[in-house]
C-alpha cells in the first residue's frame, strides 16, 4: 500500500522568506526534505532556512527569469536536482478598475503568472532529465471566479490555472506532475492581519471587522483557511499517492468553492 514518503526529496519553495511560503518550507522539512528557500527578501529567506535540518537560502525575484536560472543552478551544483517545486512567490493589490493604476495590475500580473513560468521554466529542465517531478502552484480561490474589486490578483490566478494545465499537458511525458492548490481566505495570516483586511474594508467602505463578519459567512464550515489545511494537501501532491493526478487545481476553501 502507498504512503507519503518524501524523505530525502529536494524540494524548492519560493516566496518562501514569511507567511504562507515559510510553513510550507516548515513542513517540507519535517517531512524529510531539503528544502531550497527562495525570496526576493535573501535575509528572510536566509532566516528560515537556519529553522531547517537540511536547507539553503537563495535570492530570486520570480518577475527576473535570470535570478531564478541562477538560483536553479546552484541549486543543482548542490543537490543534483529537484524532486518538488512550490510556485508560492504572489502579491495581492485589491481595488477597482478605476482605482488600479496600469502599472499596479501589471505587478500583480508580473509576480503572480509570469513568476510562476519564470519558476516553471528555470527548475523543470532538472526534472525533465530525471524524468520525474511534481510542480506545485499555490494559486487561490480568486483563480476559478471573479473577485470583488479584485481583479488583478483574480485575472493573475485565473491564468495561474490555465498555466498548470497547459504545463500539465506538455510535461506529461516525462512522469512531471503539474497541479494548483486554490486556498481559500486565510483570514488569520499576517498577510490578512496586517494588510487586506485594511485593503478591502476601505475600498467596500465598512470596517475590518465587517470584512472578517462577511468573509466568515461565505463559507459553509465557518472557519478560516489555515496553512494546515494547504500544507496537507501540499504534501499529498508532492507525493507518490498523487501519482495519477495532474492538471488539477484543488479547492481547499471549507466547501466556498466547489468547481
Do not use: H
Request: one cysteine or more.
Amino acid at each position: 500500500m502507498s504512503q507519503i514518503d518524501l524523505n530525502g526529496k529536494v524540494a524548492v519553495v519560493t516566496g518562501a522568506s514569511q507567511g504562507l511560503g515559510e510553513a510550507l518550507a516548515l513542513r517540507l522539512d519535517r517531512e524529510g526534505c531539503t528544502v531550497a528557500v527562495l525570496d526576493i527578501n535573501i535575509e528572510g529567506a536566509q532566516a528560515v532556512a537556519n529553522k531547517l535540518k537540511k536547507a539553503s537560502a537563495f535570492a530570486c525575484d520570480v518577475t527576473k527569469y535570470d535570478t531564478l536560472k541562477a538560483a536553479a543552478d546552484q541549486i543543482k551544483a548542490l543537490y543534483g536536482g529537484v524532486d518538488i517545486l512550490v510556485c508560492n512567490a504572489a502579491i495581492a493589490k485589491s481595488g477597482d478598475i478605476f482605482q488600479l493604476s496600469p502599472e499596479t495590475f501589471k505587478l500583480v500580473t508580473d509576480v503572480n503568472l509570469n513568476g510562476y513560468f519564470n519558476t516553471v521554466k528555470a527548475f523543470a529542465p532538472m526534472m525533465i532529465e530525471k524524468k520525474s517531478g511534481s510542480i506545485i502552484q499555490i494559486n487561490s480561490k480568486s483563480g476559478k471566479k471573479g473577485s470583488y474589486k479584485n481583479g488583478a490578483y483574480a485575472s493573475s490566478k485565473f491564468g495561474g490555472v490555465g498555466l498548470t494545465q497547459s504545463l500539465a499537458l506538455e510535461f506529461a511525458e516525462y512522469n512531471i506532475r503539474v497541479n494548483a492548490i486554490c486556498p481559500g481566505n486565510l483570514l488569520n495570516s499576517p498577510l490578512w492581519v496586517n494588510s487586506l483586511f485594511k485593503q478591502y474594508a476601505a475600498n467596500q467602505n465598512t470596517t475590518e471587522e465587517k470584512i472578517r463578519e462577511k468573509y466568515i459567512n461565505q463559507v459553509p464550515m465557518k472557519r478560516s483557511c489555515e496553512y494546515e489545511d494547504i500544507e496537507n494537501v501540499m504534501v499529498f501532491l508532492a507525493s507518490d499517492l498523487s501519482a495519477y493526478m495532474t492538471g488539477q487545481a484543488i479547492n481547499v476553501t471549507g466547501g466556498q468553492q466547489m468547481n
